[in-house]
């Protein structure tokens, strides 16, 4: 609890100051596992030295609710996904578990993802709906929906630590082209690219918002806000439709390129899901 | 008698007011400043005031810092302090800058609060709007020339 306090009031000094706090210098460990939070950035990202987790940025009681899994609020989500994995559905009869005995061996697959298989881009959530529909003959979960969180939560949970390390080369490369692009692009009524606040202006105050770097290491993510897990995707959708920006398809082709390119920014860091944020 | 005129007032004031009135794509800009007002009504201050910190209107405050407002809480820092900026631009510049500040700072994150088209993928409901409108931004002009040091 003194660290509490300490986070604290260095959140606090920083605000009054009034300054461009950027990002502070703690340390994000949980149940004694250090979780790394800033990483060399990628050759690629050349406006950037160092990429740092969206962690740095929240106040001090925000980033410990993330350091104790029982105070994290994800975990109600998680608990969800370990009885959704074992719960069985669809015309096969089957559970995730009948054929994944222990969600344990999914550790090192969401610091890779999203991969290129066969030409398609695909991402966690298309390859749980295809295990259902193709597998036990169950309705596809809906994209970004309760169901599709708590599961991808609990499998990107197993990863928990590992550096981020998603391929852009060979068949990925046009994929992280186009996610590039849609990056630096300039869309909506303000006219605004995700590099304009997530590249340009990190550390700063955008009104009552602290801006990151918009990371996604830490997804499907917990969000004060709505109390629930969030996809990336939905994020995504979120920061479009603040700048009056129809939004792209959620689970459609340029917001997994999307994916892909953030996912990459923050190749180095370590998968801290489920994180938890305002 | 007494109603017929001011019936013949009011039409005439809001013939003269769509006549005066420019529209986005017609403003003209001479080194990022825009001389002619836009509606020919001079701007209201206090208007501009509310316009500026309206969160749905200006939401200079997301990126901005403004000492005349204390009494609201969060003041972004993407921008520069807009404490003191009526010492430090005339009238048409400011005029400018809001309407269409990339005119005045290539490739700026400020948002152009005066065009109607040109951006891309708008959401449906504001397709061919402006963000303010041409007396909007006269308010918000007359109130910028009230920041001084």
């Known amino acids: ?278 | 008698m007494r109603n017929i005129f001011t019936i013949a007032a009011v039409s005439v004031l809001s013939v003269t007011t769509a006549v005066a009135e420019t529209a986005p794509s017609d403003v003209a800009f001479q080194d990022g400043s825009v001389m002619a007002s836009l509606t020919g009504t001079a701007g209201d201050a206090s208007a501009g005031r509310k316009t500026f910190m309206n969160r749905k209107l200006g939401n200079c405050l997301a990126c901005h810092t403004n000492d005349d407002m204390p009494e609201q809480q969060f003041h972004g820092e993407v921008g520069p302090p807009l404490t003191g900026v009526g010492d430090r631009w005339e009238a048409a510049e400011l005029r400018g800058i809001v309407v269409n500040a990339k005119m005045m700072f290539d490739g700026t994150i400020m948002p152009a609060f005066y065009i109607d088209s040109g951006y891309e993928r708008p959401l449906k409901k504001f397709d061919g709007k402006s963000l303010l409108t041409a007396q909007q931004v006269e308010d918000v002009v007359a109130y910028l020339l009230t920041l001084k040091d």
């Not at chain 1, 029982?70 to 996904?81: I, K, S």
């Not at chain 1, 697959?109 to 991969?115: M, Q, S, V």
């Open chain 1, 1 to 278: 609890m003194e660290f509490k306090t300490l986070l604290t009031s260095a959140a606090i000094v920083a605000l009054s100051a009034g300054f461009a706090s950027a990002q502070d210098d703690a340390t994000l460990s949980v149940d004694g596992e250090v979780i790394k939070t800033r990483a060399d950035a990628p050759a690629f990202a050349e406006n950037l030295d160092t990429v740092y987790s969206g962690w740095h940025f929240r106040t001090g009681e925000t980033q410990v609710l993330q350091m104790d899994d029982f105070e994290n609020p994800a975990f109600v989500f998680v608990d969800q996904g370990v009885d959704l994995f074992d719960k069985v559905e669809g015309s096969e009869g089957k559970a995730c578990a009948s054929c994944h005995e222990d969600v344990a061996d999914f550790a090192g697959l969401r610091p890779t993802l999203p991969r290129v298989e066969n030409g398609e881009l695909v991402t966690m959530e298309d390859l749980v709906n295809e295990c259902r529909t193709d597998r036990m003959g169950a309705e596809p979960w809906k994209y970004s929906g309760g169901q599709m969180t708590a599961v991808t939560a609990l499998i990107g949970l197993q990863s928990r630590g590992m550096s981020i390390n998603v391929a852009v080369d060979g068949d990925a490369a046009s994929f992280f082209e186009r996610g590039k692009d849609l990056y630096y692009q300039r869309v909506g009524q303000l006219d605004m690219a995700c590099s304009n606040c997530h590249e340009d202006n990190y550390g700063v105050m955008i009104r009552a918002d602290h801006l990151s770097q918009g990371q996604i290491n830490g997804f499907p993510a917990y969000r004060l806000k709505n109390a629930k897990l969030n996809s990336a995707h939905g994020r995504f959708k979120g920061c479009m439709e603040n700048i009056r920006a129809t939004p792209f398809k959620v689970g459609g082709d340029e917001f997994k390129a999307l994916e892909l390119y953030l996912a990459a920014r923050g190749n180095g860091l370590s998968v801290e899901t489920p994180s938890v944020r305002n």
